[in-house]
């Protein structure tokens, strides 16, 4: 868990300067980061967040044929897709933990109070 916030951090952190000065490579590799980060996040196992996850591969690889064709301005634009996309993994991975955690506890809280009568 700690790595994934860590790799989100540095995923925005890079995302943020991409909107300026950074290259195509660095643009690559922020996405890529965000999308380990949802990866290790577990974005994989929800299946809302695996389908977001899937698109925001296959706009990488877009975008890496759009900028060899030589349109960098889409190409840019798929990137930043595939980072949003990533991010809405990470955030409906997260969302479906803490749904299930929520739902274990009021099983729990249940359970004592069926003890409890």
């Known amino acids: 868990m700690r790595k994934a916030v860590i790799l989100t951090l540095l995923g925005a952190s890079a995302a943020g300067c991409a909107a300026r ?11 890529e980061a965000m999308i380990r980060a949802a990866e290790e996040g577990g974005a994989d196992e929800v299946p809302l967040a695996d389908v977001h996850l899937r698109l925001a591969r296959e706009q990488v690889e877009r975008a890496r044929r759009l900028s060899a064709e030589g349109v960098a301005d889409r190409a840019r634009r798929m990137l930043l897709r595939a980072q949003a996309d990533a991010e809405l993994a990470m955030v409906l991975a997260r969302e479906a933990r803490a749904q299930a955690r929520a739902r274990e506890a009021v099983g729990e809280v249940g359970f004592i109070h069926q003890r409890l009568r």
């Not at 950074?22 to 690559?28: H, K, L, N, S, Y």
Request: proline fraction near 0%; aromatic fraction near 10%.
């Open 21 to 31: 000065t950074a290259t195509f490579g660095d643009r690559v590799v922020a996405s």
